[in-house]
């Protein structure tokens, strides 16, 4: 391993913990908004990243997810993974302001991830790929942009896949009660428990290409151009 490639795994897991650790607080941002202080009451809305950190989610995960294709001689994987989820009081959420509150809530880090993706991909196109003379810091700054962005475009997609116990199967779930299709949010109540067997699924096998890595190849391309 290289400086350079040291320089990217660097970048990759600052621009990991922004990325995860944003997405969670905007959560408990929003559910503030509507009155409930849970997070901020256990000090979850703090962007120091040590309360944030779960150990599985945002160690584990991203390791294998972005060393593994490396030892099984591909390239780099994308990297995927997922802070502590902040608390939200869901019954104060909606007392306050209903289902479109809580839709409000579920969609709130996978809003911020899109901005973050946004803004980076309007950074990157605006900068000149790094060459060996550059400075380090320039060097490490780009890698850096390219890794913010390529982080929130996957959180993104993944977070908008209805898997139980994610923002999307979250975001459907309180639609579904909007819409008294009571027997919908039932399910994914009930599945809520198996949610991280289907990632894992989706991670090891064939569908996570046209589940993740199609789509995260639509986004980008899409921001880029």
Not at 77 to 103: I, Q
Not at 179 to 204: Q, R, S
Request: hydrophobic share 55%; glycine share 6%.
């Amino acid at each position: 391993m290289n400086f350079i490639d040291s320089l990217e795994i660097a970048a990759a897991i600052l621009a990991l913990l922004i990325a995860i650790i944003g997405h969670e607080i905007m959560h408990g941002w929003i559910a503030y908004k509507y009155g409930d202080t849970t997070a901020k009451n256990q000090g979850r809305l703090s962007i120091n990243p040590l309360i944030h950190i779960d150990p599985f989610g945002s160690i584990l995960v991203p390791l294998m997810t972005y060393f593994l294709p490396m030892l099984l001689g591909a390239e780099s994987g994308f990297l995927f993974g997922w802070a502590k989820p902040v608390p939200v009081n869901t019954h104060t959420v909606l007392r306050n302001g209903g289902y479109n509150a809580a839709m409000q809530v579920s969609l709130a880090g996978i809003a911020y991830n899109i901005f973050l993706a946004t803004l980076t991909s309007i950074i990157l196109v605006s900068l000149a790929q790094p060459s060996e003379a550059d400075s380090l810091i320039y060097i490490f700054a780009y890698l850096f942009i390219m890794k913010l962005l390529l982080v929130n475009v996957v959180l993104a997609v993944f977070n908008l896949l209805p898997i139980p116990g994610f923002d999307g199967a979250h975001f459907i779930m309180y639609l579904s009660l909007k819409y008294k299709m009571n027997a919908i949010a039932e399910f994914f109540v009930k599945a809520e428990p198996y949610g991280m067997i289907a990632i894992i699924i989706i991670l090891v096998t064939p569908l996570k290409i046209p589940l993740v890595i199609w789509p995260i190849q639509s986004v980008l391309q899409l921001l880029l151009n």
